[in-house]
């Protein structure tokens, strides 16, 4: 290659004897690429011109009749890939656009003007840059090269890479090789660029890197909000063209990697059976428990790679009291298993008329409310609303009831309520059997009664008994 370029320019500089120097022209696999050709406008002739590629023969050509001619392989099925614009001609123009350039289209182009009585040569070096990714979306965790290619490379050229407009740093250093080998991860995500600067020229070509793996939760320890009592989804859900096989959920025990011995909650249920091949791993939780918080890691097996996520469940309850100072008011907290990402609470009151319609009270501020439980005004469903930075994570709902002060929390499933009808039950059946009880007493105390003598002899018996008890003691 180095050879032909120097026969190139050493016949360019031969025919012209002009100081003619080659252009470097950087472009983009797939973009437009624009060779530039000028002399000077003193035209009281056409001029003939002909660009022609080293060792490949003439791209297009036009004589001085105005007939223009491409080689063969530039006007495939009679569109011209390679062109020169007239528009530009009568400015001395001749520049060579080649649309959608591949990567052997790099090489050496020359233009040659002939006016009549002068010749003008120039010689281009057309390199095509491109950036390429293998294999082109990786699996999460495997190897992927990321290289920038250049045809013909341009030797002593720099390299430099960003990653999403800013430069990516290895640990050691700013990435300044053509190519690098990595584990694909999610910091390798994004649009990388590739500059390459040789001879105060700059050609760049960019790609976009996507890894399969699994998309939903994106990140690892995204926290899922839930309201006790609530059914929740704890999303898995991989790259649509992955099927993982040996999927598995475990709850991960406080502080550690390890799995909780103790098994997953008793509502735990995959979403997808297991028997059915999906891309989706997710499971739901029919009715969360407060002690159900804490850490969950899905994952599932890939090519040979095993993929994991850990996510966190963060589970929401009110608990209610009454101060002792104040018994005809009610206190409620809004608690959370963890309260990292909450930056502030609300209370709202959520009331329903006659006709069912929804409508919310004002909006009070903090994380405990302390309403009067006699004022009928209360009466009905509460509301805890939390916010994190980026917005609202979820809400908690409390009944309150007025008749009888009882109140609970709805979503616990069994409320109060039952609770209480319960207890009543039991003490009227309570009740009941003391009053039986009396009866029975009483009429056995009338049937003694009726036997006087009975009653004497039961007397006299008793009597004996206890002297006898007395004696022996005195033995
Ligand atoms: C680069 O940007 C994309 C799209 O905005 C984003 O998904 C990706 O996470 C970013 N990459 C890095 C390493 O920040
Ligand atoms: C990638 O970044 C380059 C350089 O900043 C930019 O020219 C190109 O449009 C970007 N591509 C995408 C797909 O965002
Ligand atoms: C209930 O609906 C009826 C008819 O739509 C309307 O006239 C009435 O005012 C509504 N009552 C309440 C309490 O909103
Ligand atoms: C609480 O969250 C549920 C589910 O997201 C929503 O339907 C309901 O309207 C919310 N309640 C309040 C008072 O914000």
Request: charged fraction near 20%; proline fraction near 4%; include cysteine.
């Amino acid at each position: 290659m180095l050879l032909q370029y120097f026969i190139v320019v050493g016949m360019a500089l031969l025919m012209t004897g002009a100081q003619s120097e080659v252009i470097e022209v950087f472009a983009e696999a797939g973009s437009q690429a624009i060779l530039p050709c000028k002399c000077n406008p003193l035209s009281t002739h056409l001029p003939a011109i002909i660009w022609t590629k080293a060792n490949k023969g003439t791209v297009w050509r036009k004589e001085r009749s105005g007939l223009q001619y491409w080689g063969y392989s530039w006007s495939p099925k009679g569109s011209h890939r390679a062109q020169c614009p007239h528009s530009q001609f009568e400015r001395g123009d001749y520049s060579l656009q080649i649309n959608n350039v591949r990567d052997e289209d790099g090489g050496i182009y020359s233009c040659r003007v002939d006016n009549g009585n002068q010749v003008t040569e120039n010689v281009v070096s057309l390199r095509i840059i491109k950036v390429s990714i293998s294999p082109s979306v990786p699996i999460w965790g495997k190897d992927v090269k990321i290289s920038c290619d250049v045809n013909p490379w341009p030797n002593g050229a720099t390299v430099q890479w960003t990653l999403n407009n800013s430069r990516f740093l290895t640990p050691t250093t700013i990435m300044k090789k053509s190519f690098m080998r990595e584990k694909a991860d999610a910091r390798l995500t994004g649009n990388w660029t590739c500059f390459v600067d040789y001879k105060g020229k700059e050609g760049r070509a960019s790609a976009t890197l996507t890894v399969m793996g699994i998309v939903q939760p994106s990140k690892d320890d995204t926290k899922v909000y839930a309201a006790v009592g609530s059914a929740v989804t704890l999303p898995c859900v991989f790259s649509s063209e992955l099927i993982p096989s040996r999927k598995v959920w475990e709850k991960l025990k406080a502080g550690s990697f390890k799995p909780t011995p103790g098994r997953l909650p008793d509502s735990f249920s995959p979403i997808s059976p297991s028997s059915q091949p999906s891309s989706d791993n997710s499971a739901s939780l029919k009715e969360v428990g407060f002690q159900d918080a804490g850490r969950y890691r899905c994952s599932g097996t890939v090519e040979q790679q095993w993929l994991t996520r850990n996510m966190q469940l963060v589970v929401a309850k009110i608990d209610s009291s009454i101060p002792s100072k104040k018994k005809d008011s009610l206190m409620l907290d809004c608690q959370l298993s963890d309260t990292s990402e909450v930056t502030n609470y609300e209370w709202v009151h959520v009331v329903y008329d006659l006709n069912g319609t929804r409508s919310e009270g004002s909006i009070l501020n903090g994380k405990t409310l302390s309403i009067s439980k006699v004022s009928e005004e209360n009466r009905g469903e509460w509301a805890c609303r939390f916010y994190g930075k980026e917005g609202l994570l979820g809400n908690v709902t409390y009944q309150v009831h007025l008749m009888g002060g009882l109140s609970g929390q709805k979503s616990s499933g069994v409320s109060q309520n039952t609770v209480a009808v319960v207890g009543l039950s039991f003490l009227l059946v309570v009740l009941l059997l003391i009053l039986i009880q009396m009866y029975k007493n009483h009429q056995r105390r009338k049937r003694i009664f009726q036997y006087p003598a009975l009653e004497t002899i039961v007397h006299t018996t008793s009597n004996e008994r206890e002297e006898r008890e007395r004696n022996r003691e005195k033995m």
